[in-house]
C-alpha cells in the first residue's frame, strides 16, 4: 500500500464544516499545464478505468497529492494515509439526460470517516456540462440507490459546476448524480479514493477561538431530515474524527449541540459532553 504524509491544510471549522456539507470543493488548484496533460492522457484511453494514470508522476505529484488536496484528505483521514488504488473516469458524451441519484455500492452510514470518495475535473465543467449534482449533510440520510433513484430535481441541491483543475471531497455515501447535460461535448470526471491508516485524533490546524461547545453545527435548510438531526449526526461525526467518539452523548431537547441561542441568551449550551 502506498501512503503520503503531508502537513494538514484544514482548520477546526473547515473540518467541522466537512462534517455538516459531506463535500468540500477546491476549485482550479491544479495547474493548466497538468488539466491539459490529463485531457491528453485520457484520451487515449476510452477505458472507463484508465488507473494506469496512477503509474504516471506528474499526475501523481500535481493532482493525487496536490497540496490543497492532499492537505484536506491529510486533515481528514491522517497521517500516512492510503493512496488510491483504481481510478475511475466518468466520461459522457453530452448532451446527455441526468443520472439516477445514487450512493455509490458498498457506502455504510455512521460518523466513521476511514475513506474518501475524491473527484478531479481535468476542463471546466459548466452547469451545460453535466456537473456532479450532491445533496448537502445526505452522507447521513440512509436510502436504497433503488429507492432515490426516481426523484428529480431536488431543492438544496448543490451542483458543482466549476472551472478545470477543481477537486471535491466527498464522504462516500453522500447521495449524487450527473445533472442533466444541455450542451455538447465530452465531459471527462475522473474518481479515486482515499484510505484512513491511522486512528482519528484532532491533528489538523487549530483555531485559537474554535469552541466545541459553542460551535456551529447546524446545516443550513433544507436538510431532509428531522428537525435538528442535522446537528446531532455533524456533532457526532467531528467528536469521531476528535478520537472522543466514547465521550460523545446528547442530553436532547433544546441542549448542545443546538446551538442556535449561544452568545444571544446564554454563554454556554446545557448537555455540551464532558
Ligand atoms: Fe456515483
Redesign the pocket.
Known sequence: MKTHSCRPGLKDSQVLEFCKQGFMVFEGVVPDEINRRAVDYLSGFPSHEPTEILEEDWFVENVILNEQAAGAVRSLLGQNFGLPILMSN?RVQCPSPA?NW???GNSKHGPALDYL?VFYYPEDCPIELGP?ELLPGSHFLFSLSKQMGHYGGIRGAYRAAAPAGTIFLTVYSIW???STAAGTGLRNLL?YNYWRTESPHRDWIREPDFDIASANYKLPDPTFREQFRDCHDAAEMFFWLLGKSDSFAVSGGQGWPLNQHVGKYMSNPYGVPE
Open positions: 466518468h443520472q445514487h450512493r455509490d470518495q456532479t449524487h448524480r450527473r474518481k
